[in-house]
């Protein structure tokens, strides 16, 4: 089997862990690279399992995500329009599966199954917050189904579909950049490219930038000028829709940022050319809450880099939950 080469790229998500804390984007990136091999040293494997970590929100999201692409896949595979009540069983049954499999800790020997920073750090957040992240979920996949937005792209006809959740990539000075659309489609001679968002809070400059760059790869990708890109942001908590206006000013702005972005992570490397990086050459931030909600902290703090035993080794006594409305 080809092995795996740890090249430097680009992502927005990248550049949001490395502004956070350099540490923290170390352990990322570097520090749990190659621990999914079975002879990995086992601080490397427990970096790489706490790298899998996603607190409840990022979560939940995650899942409302899958639930609104397999809709929109099984559409573009001219499958019948999905009943939203079968939807909602389907999910509900993934969060269920999910936390079980999290909450008994499976992720250790399996990295790749739900891995919650719940449950790994033992923060016990009560039966109702469950509840309620899972009703939340079901508000955003019934406000999906029920927007014009979705009876709009479900009409579509299938030649005009670009992309969904695709993990793609384009070029800028040589360097990767990542990107993954959650939809894009053509509307006559324009592009649109649709974002969903299941947080509470609003636009952020992040999310701007981060849309700017779905912009400047569908330039690449179906040579689309600035004039014929439409990029949406569909809130799905609150069945919200906002367009984020393209330019070339905008444009020229997100290449400099990103070429900024990738000179100061370059610039921490001990060697640039082949991409390696001392842990100790990456400062860890002094924002405490950061670090609260970091899932390095167990490996971070742990003296002289010793690695600490995994809570997992003691799984918590089961619970009995009604939560699950299945
Ligand atoms: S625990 Fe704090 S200092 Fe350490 S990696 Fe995480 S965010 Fe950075």
């Known amino acids: ?160 579909w670009l992309e969904i959740e695709q993990f793609s990539h384009f070029w800028l000075d040589k360097v990767k950049i990542y990107v993954t659309l959650d939809f894009a489609c053509r509307k006559g001679k324009e592009v649109f490219i649709y974002d969903w968002k299941t947080g509470r809070g609003g636009n952020t400059e992040s999310d701007n930038i981060q849309l700017a760059c779905y912009a400047l790869y569908a330039m690449e990708k179906w040579k689309v000028s600035t004039a014929d890109i439409r990029t949406i942001e569909y809130n799905l908590a609150r069945d919200e829709m906002c367009e984020f206006p393209v330019d070339g000013e905008i444009i020229k702005g997100v290449r400099e940022y990103i070429k900024e972005s990738v000179s100061s992570m370059k610039a921490i490397l001990r060697d640039e050319t082949r991409n390696q990086a001392v842990e100790t050459d990456f400062p860890k931030t002094g924002n405490k809450n950061i670090c609260m909600q970091c899932n390095f902290k167990k490996v971070c703090t742990a003296a002289n880099n010793e690695v600490q035993s995994p809570s997992a080794a003691k799984p918590g006594k089961p619970r009995t939950l009604s939560l699950f409305k299945l």
């Open 1 to 160: 089997m080809k092995e795996l080469v740890k090249e430097f790229s680009w992502s927005k998500s990248r550049d949001i862990v490395f502004r956070e804390c350099a540490r923290k984007y170390y352990f990322n990136y570097y520090g749990s690279w190659g621990g999914w091999k079975f002879d990995a040293p086992e601080r490397t494997r427990q970096i790489y399992m706490l790298k899998q970590l996603k607190n409840r929100y990022m979560w939940i999201g995650e899942v409302v995500h899958s639930c609104v692409e397999r809709g929109l896949v099984n559409i573009y595979r001219g499958a019948a329009l999905p009943d939203i009540e079968e939807v909602i069983r389907l999910a509900r049954k993934v969060m269920k599966e999910g936390f079980l499999s999290s909450r008994r800790k499976r992720y250790l020997s399996k990295p790749r199954t739900c891995a919650l920073f719940e449950h790994e750090y033992n923060i016990d957040i009560g039966e109702e917050e469950w509840e309620r992240l899972f009703d939340y979920a079901e508000k955003c996949l019934r406000n999906f189904y029920a927007s014009s937005c979705y009876q709009e792209l479900s009409s579509l006809p299938q030649e005009h």
